[in-house]
């Protein structure tokens, strides 16, 4: 077959149907390259096999969270690598099947003539005014969509990456009001004081349309972010007499993570300490803490991928912060920055290093590329010695530094961990070894008698037992301090728990069949907030150690335990994850619900009642409003949902939880990265316990960085 495949387009069509049978592609992928050969035959222009196996990778691609098909990474790194076929966690059933076999012998040069169809691919130079489903730039392949949004962004960073009129200069009038008010949040500077990033971040943010903090886990981002809103309000109250306060908007990609950062907003602008600010309380009060989803901020259009605000249609909004931005994906960040109105300022808030969203692109990632280097600009560096009296080091200037650099924040200190915290450590050694040697430095923390972290061997051939043991009951005796509760920051933390202990709460605090519906609610937010405290994070979907296996075996031993009752697919206490996005209910890919058995509802007379005797099974949602209310959706709504007691660590980004557990497989794959590891550790908030049939996956894994495919990085920094 291999042989005749890309000589003849019914044999590559078949190549690729057995590809999509293998679950290697989505069907998705081959019902595009039969629409665009439908429409170029009929155009009397048919595809070459090659153009055929092109369009269908890219598409590929683009499901494994690449923005384009890059061909010249294809073949130096080999085929099978780069484009994960046979997936991570599959063989092939016959060699013959494999892209490094199809492939072996097509130099660029033989994929330089099989583009050049401008019916279906233009070249950039002429994709503005082409239709063409497909656009190349160089060596990438883009589905136009995608390359659109790429442009899209570049075109919006370009426009609000200058300083504002009002703070172009840095001893203006906007400049000393601003330097003001930071004096008066922050406290006055002494010039031998260390660097307060968090400080620098706000005048840097302050100063043009575009900006992003980044940072790690308790770095400060939203301490910071509630500093800036009050600088910003403070100076546009000030500057003229009458002037109204600023229009904040606040958003994240789920509602789970909007929900947090309201609870996290709420408590930083409840305790800011705004004595030193003229009218301190006028400014409070113009912070808001409403966190809104991205999708419910733009407004999605049920059914469709259209939002109600867009370009001609922009956001009524002054400042716009989106926090947990590593999660946006290309799409969404193009249509944010659109729907952000030319005036306003858009703030991004996330950490550089997680994995990047589970749809395509890595975009925070590829802002933040050059971060930690700081390269600012010396009209930088005499912007944040005046406005916020701080000195940036030599080694940070550069003054070949591009627009985007200056606009870019990184916050280098973490508060939420202490000295003692095996968590923080265990997540700097991944992320950012002094040494360059994450293997060893992660040794070292695991090996440090941390009471916050386990580390446990488990079977290689049957790890089912030990791992449902422990994700039963929590595991508390596999930490070093017997995973006692214990004091952080001044307040208690409880034992580390595994999912009985949300289980208990559904039982023991169900209110009694005649409640109220506030009842309910109040019992369903006490058992959401329950199931943060553990959560199975795992590497892989399939085998073993992966969330299909582990889900099954912990889904019977908690049957086992008559801890749940699975006679239906809907279970009381089945914790789901919605899979796709369901612009209709409101729900994001990433949501997180649990099942419940409620009483049902009705109306009578134009009044609500609650039926005592007649249960039914509904999924509560944090509201993700800013309201901390619930949310009820009937099950049948749900589109796209799994069971999540064992999540992959991709779909976790965006959520915490009190305990997190990380499975790792017993060989080595390509998912297994650096960025994977830190995201599962950082995913725990009081105990990580990670459980390996072998050390040395995970000293392998640290050692290997994502790559993901884009031409952004080229288009943002040259
Ligand atoms: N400059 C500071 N001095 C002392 N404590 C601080 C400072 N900045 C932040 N903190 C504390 O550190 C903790 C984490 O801060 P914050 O929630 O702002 O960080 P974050 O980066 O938003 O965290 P997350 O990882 O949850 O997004 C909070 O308890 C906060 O009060």
Redesign the pocket.
Known sequence: MSETVLADPATLLSLLESWVELGWLRALDLALVRFVSHQAEAAGQPLSPLLMLGIALSSHQLGRGHVCLDLDAMTREGFNDALSLPPEDDVAPDERLLPSDILRDTALGDWETALDLPLVVADVADGEHSSSPLVRDGHRLYLRRYWQYEQAIFHQLSDRLAPLTQLQDPSGVGARALAGALDALFGGVDADDAVDW?RVACANAARQGFSVIT?G???????TVVKLLAALQSVALSLSAGARSLRIRLAAPTGKASARLNE?LAG?VDGLDLSGLHDGEAIRAAIPVEVTTVHRLLGSIPGSRKFRHHRHNPLVADVLVIDEASMVDIEMMARVLEATPPHARLILLGDKDQLASVDAGAVLGEFCQRAAGGHYTPATAGWLAQVAGTVIAPELLDGAGTPLDQAITMLRKS??FTADSGIGQLATAVNQPASGDAATEAARVLQGGFVDIARAAINRTEPEPQVTRHCLGGGAASFPGGGEGRLIQGRPVAPPEGYRHYLGVMKRARPAADADWTQWEQWAGQVLEAYNRFQLLCALRRGPFGVEGLNQAIIAALSKDKLISTGEGWFAGRPIMVTRNDYSLGLMNGDIGITLEVPARHWLNGREVIDPDHRVIRVAFPAGDGSGGVRWVLPSRLQGVETVFAMTVHKSQGSEFAHTCLVLPDRINPVLTRELVYTGITRAKHWFSLLVPDQQVFDQAVGRRVIRTSGLGRVLFG
Not at 217 to 223: E, N, R
């Open positions: 968090q940072g886990p308790g770095t400060g981002k939203t301490t996290s930083a508060y939420r």
